[in-house]
Every structure is written in C-alpha cells, then in structure tokens.
C-alpha cells in the first residue's frame, strides 16, 4: 500500500448522505459519517500512521490495478492483474434518497477471481472522532464490533475474521467465479448489527444501486458532445449532494492541500451559497428541476432566517442541514497529507464578507423561478429585505471570492454579482408583481455599472481587474457576460478575454489570480484552478471563439483522472491538488460543456 496515494488515484462512492474514497490498490482511505461533515472514520489520506483505513486487495507482491466506474452509475471497480489471476473488488453504499437523516451507512464492497486463483487480504483499522476516540473491539467468527463514545460500527464478512490488536484482519482464497463480500456499517451507539451479508444478497444490492444511477442518469436531456464527461460530473454532484437537505456541499474531503507541504489545507464539507447557486443553473441544463429546486427552497430558507454574521442576511457557507456555526480548529495530532500541516476542521472563513454570494443567490433564485418555482409572500419578504440590506451595503470592501485572508478590499467580482443580485430582484418583482423598492433597487443597480466600469477598469492592461486599487486580473471575472453584466462580444470583454490569455493562462490552463501581485495572506503558492479552465471555455464560447473553447475544453479533459473525476487544482506537473473531488469544478464543467455545444451546434446549422 502506498503511504499517501495521489490525491486523484481515487474513486468516489456514496449514498447522498456521505461518501467515501476507494484509491487504486483498494483501500478505503477517506470516510466520514453519519454525514459529509461528520467526523472521520478512515482517515489514513490525511495520516498514514493514525488516520485509519480499510484495505481489501489481492495478496500479491506485483500486478497491475485498473480501476473504473460502472457505467452511469457511482459503483467503482477495482481490477488487479497478474499472471496467477485476475480480482476484482466493487465498491458501493446503499442510497439513502429520502429526506430523513440516517444513522446507519454502509461500505459495501464484493471481492471476485475472474480467472486464476487470487488471494484477498482485508484490513479494517477504523479511528473514530478524527483518530481521538478510543474504542472497544469483540470478534465472532465473521463479525467484528467495534464500540466507539458515539458511535457503533460492524465489519461483517462472508469469511473468518480475527482479531489483530484493537483492528481487524482476515483473509479468503477465491478460485475463478468465485465471489466473497465485506460490509462495514456505522450506526448510533449501541445500533443492532445488520443481517450477515450474503454473496447472493449483496449481488442483488449491486444490481439495484446500479439501476438506480442509471435510472437518475436517463433523465438528464443532456444529448450533446462529451455526454460521458458531463455525466460523469452529473453523477459526481448528485454524490455531493445531502438528500435530506438539497444542500451539495463543495467537496468530499477536508485537508488535502493546494500545495503539497503548504498550509492551504481547508475543510470544504459544507454548503456554500455561491457554489450551490450556480448549480442550479448547470443542473437545469441537463433536465434535473427536482435538485435544483430543493437548492434553491434551502437557500430560500436561509435568506429566510437572516442568521449571517454582523447583521447579513447571508453567511457564505453552512452545514448541510442549515447550520451556521463551522468553528474552525486545528487537529495537530494529523501530520497532513505527505507533511501538509495544519489540518484544519470547520471553517473560519464562514465569518467572512462576501458580498457576491449575494448575487449568486439571486441568480439561482431567478433561474428557479423559469420551472414555476414562485416564492410565496414569506419568501418574497425575505428575498426582499435581502436587497434592502444590500442597497446600504454594496459599497463596502469585502474579502472576496476566493477567501482571501489578507484583508478587505473593494473587488470587482463582488460589484459585478451585487448588480446581478438587483438585476434578479427587479426581474422578479416585475415579473410577479411583488411589492419592492424598485426606485432604490435601480439606482444602486446603475451606480454599480457606472463604478465598475470606472474604477473596475485598467486602461494599463486594458481588462476589468480584481480590484479598485490595482492592476490584477482575476479569472472570477470569467463570469462576468453569464450573468449579463457586460456583452460577451464587446470590445471591452474582448480586451479583458485577451489580458487573462497573456496573464493567466497556461498551456490552456487558468491560475485563479497571481498570489505575488495580489498577496491572499497565506504562505506558499497554488496550482491552476480547475474551475476557472471551465469558466474560460464558456467565456470563449460565449465571445465566439470556438476553436479556442473547443481546444482549451478538450484538453482539460486530459487532467481529470482515471475515473473522470478533478480535484481543485492541477499542479506544477498535471497533478491534481486540493480537496476532491470537487463539486465546483465539475458543475462548471457542465456549464462550459452546455454553452460550448450549443455554440457548436448554431455554427453547424
């Protein structure tokens, strides 16, 4: 077993409460549970030593790993090769798709030969609580117990296991067509084991997770170029996405760093406005109205609620369930990915102002409301107060998209989605007939365009910047022509496209902002972001630029890894860095994807 895998050399399963990785040599290395923001179980990517794993793999010194995804479906395989024999392990959770919280999760996971003789080792090495708690072990025969303060977790398998110390260990010979399986379920404390599993039983369970991806997959109107990709990334934010609430939160993991050895290393298990508004959007496109509109009912709900810090309307980020408090600590019991310290849990940035998320939410909502979706009279009121506040609070220096910690500024990204955020509202009320301050609502609106276009603007580079006080450019500004801020064929945005092709873009790949022009007040560097490759296809395609786009987009594709899926980044030499996967990368691959084909599709005509 490698001691710390790539960050891409995995694959995601999960059951729309939580997920799990399954790296490449069949260890489950990352899970948390009962939900995506819980407190981990296996935890070994962050600390090989201490984390806790769950391997199953062939016992053999050399061979070949494949791994794959059943089609259209979050069912991962697990394929070794060698000359003795060839196995197989497929991993999967059962889907809890209701909109009650479970307690109960289970890593399933069914071990073949498909030729030769193959033997599988299995190790179960569980540390609850972030590797803090300290638990109980008993072992019968095939069931191991593990008692932890808070929680209760059975490993049940279709051969003996034994005990080795506080974990578990066994191991089964299998002759070709020949199966075995091992169940790992958590549950409350004192929660009853699950059935033993059976062979037969657990094929039947496969069978049925897998049409129920493939059934979800069907839906999508999604009929265009690179229909896997897009798929693919469907699936993977349906993954990220906690059923019980519609919140997706921005990735699986907490900790994996932008730069390996760096303390760019944040917990992204919660539901951030922005990026959850802007998947609506991409979820509309391929035909999937019942998640985006649970998102855009939960965001309602929050700007309902008013429980922003310091008075807003809005907190930027949220538990899954709605919750606003992510206190953020340090575990320094983790020595962090290949020495990646501090590892952080919860998120101070939650605190922080950010005053596009303002414009995002209006956005979704807007976007909402082209399916039916028309707030009532308490949902307007909330909506409408939010502009309110908004149309005293515009003009203030805020910390940003990208979460700088540097300290305010007046960022261009966030005026431009503070004039989106009137540009919704207004829609709306005229749309509706709702009661509003249309009056004070259009001259902030205007006085936005007028400041932007003044003071966002650099005759020096000839771009819209990333703030007032400078000359940087900032890929955020990608956005700009989606929400109409500005046409995407004006010679202003052109300018602007051709600045960041010069500035920050690189063999086709988009860095965020140049950290040493435009210092975040954090040590060490970032690879290119993902999510900005894709945001520039869809301003090129948007600009005309179709080969471009096409190029750029194509080539992206290159990066994903073996199973289609991205983290946050992609390093100095194509690794994939940061959180993963991560849902913003791949709804703005959607996105690009969308806008890019239908550009295709009109020149074609």
């Known amino acids: 077993m490698d001691r710390y895998p790539a960050i891409e050399d995995h694959g995601l399963i999960g059951d729309l409460q939580t997920a799990a990785l399954v790296s490449s040599q069949g260890v489950i290395d990352w899970f948390a549970a009962p939900r995506f923001d819980s407190p981990s179980i296996f935890a070994s990517l962050l600390d090989h030593d201490g984390g806790g794993y769950f391997l199953l793999a062939p016992d053999h010194p050399e061979g070949t790993w494949r791994q794959l995804y059943y089609p259209d479906t979050a069912i991962v395989v697990t394929r070794f090769m060698s000359p003795d024999g060839v196995g197989e392990i497929a991993d999967h959770m059962p889907v809890h798709e209701g909109l009650t919280p479970s307690d109960r999760h289970s890593l399933v996971r069914v071990v073949r030969a498909v030729r030769g003789t ?43 296991l034994e005990r080795d110390g506080q974990d578990v260990r066994g191991t089964v010979t299998l002759n070709a067509g020949e199966s075995a399986v091992a169940v790992f379920t958590i549950c409350a404390p004192g929660g009853q084991a699950p059935q033993p599993p059976t062979v037969e039983r657990a094929d039947e369970q496969l069978v049925a997770v897998g049409d129920f991806w493939q059934r979800w997959v069907r839906m999508s109107r999604y009929h265009g170029r690179w229909q896997d990709m897009v798929h693919r990334s469907a699936i993977t934010l349906k993954l990220l996405t906690y059923a019980p609430s519609g919140a997706p939160v921005a990735a699986a993991t907490m900790g994996l760093p932008e730069q390996v050895g760096g303390e760019r290393n944040w917990d992204y298990r919660y539901t951030w406005v922005r990026d959850g508004a802007l998947s609506v959007r991409a979820l509309l496109d391929l035909g999937f109205v019942e998640e985006a509109t649970r998102f855009t009912h939960w965001l309602g709900d929050r700007m309902q609620a008013h429980e922003g810090p310091d008075g807003e309307p809005l907190q930027i980020m949220y538990r899954v369930d709605g919750d606003p408090h992510l206190t953020e600590e340090i575990l320094d019991h983790f020595e962090g990915y290949r020495g990646s ?68 500024k007046d960022f261009t990204y966030s005026r431009v989605m503070c004039w989106a955020a009137f540009d919704r509202g207004l829609k709306l009320a005229y749309h509706f007939s709702r009661p509003a301050d249309t009056q004070r609502w259009t001259k902030a609106r205007d006085d936005i365009l007028e400041q932007v276009m003044t003071r966002g603007w650099s005759d020096k580079e000839q771009a819209l910047v990333q703030h007032y006080d400078g000359h940087v450019l900032d890929a955020s500004l990608l956005l700009v022509p989606r929400v109409g801020f500005i046409a995407a064929k004006s010679p202003g945005w052109l300018s602007t496209l051709d600045a960041m092709d010069r500035v920050l873009v690189s063999d086709s790949l988009v860095y965020r902002y140049d950290p040493e022009a435009s210092p975040d007040g954090l040590r060490g560097s970032e690879g290119t972001f993902s999510l900005c490759t894709f945001l520039y296809v869809d301003a090129l395609a948007r600009a005309g630029r179709l080969e471009q786009a096409r190029y750029t987009f194509e080539k992206m594709h290159t990066y994903a890894n073996h199973v289609g899926l991205f983290a946050e980044e992609i390093g100095p030499s194509g690794e994939q860095l940061g959180n993963f996967p991560q849902a913003f990368t791949h709804l703005s691959l959607i996105m690009a994807a969308t806008t890019l084909n239908d550009a295709l599709d009109a020149v074609q005509r």
């Open 118 to 160: 193959v033997r599988f080792n299995l190790e179960c090495r569980p540390r609850f609580d972030y590797a803090r708690a300290v638990h109980e072990l008993d072992v019968r025969g095939d069931t191991a117990e593990f008692r932890a303060p808070d929680t209760t977790a059975y490993l049940q398998s279709t051969f003996p």
């Open 341 to 408: 310290s501090p590892v952080r849990v919860g998120n101070a940035a939650s605190d922080q102002l950010q005053l596009d998320i303002y414009g995002e939410a209006l956005y979704a909502l807007a976007e909402g409301r082209e399916v039916g979706q028309q707030a009532g009279y308490h949902g307007w009121k909330g909506l409408a107060r939010t502009l309110d506040w908004l149309a005293d609070s515009w003009d203030r220096p805020d910390e940003g998209i990208w979460e700088t910690r540097g300290g305010r």
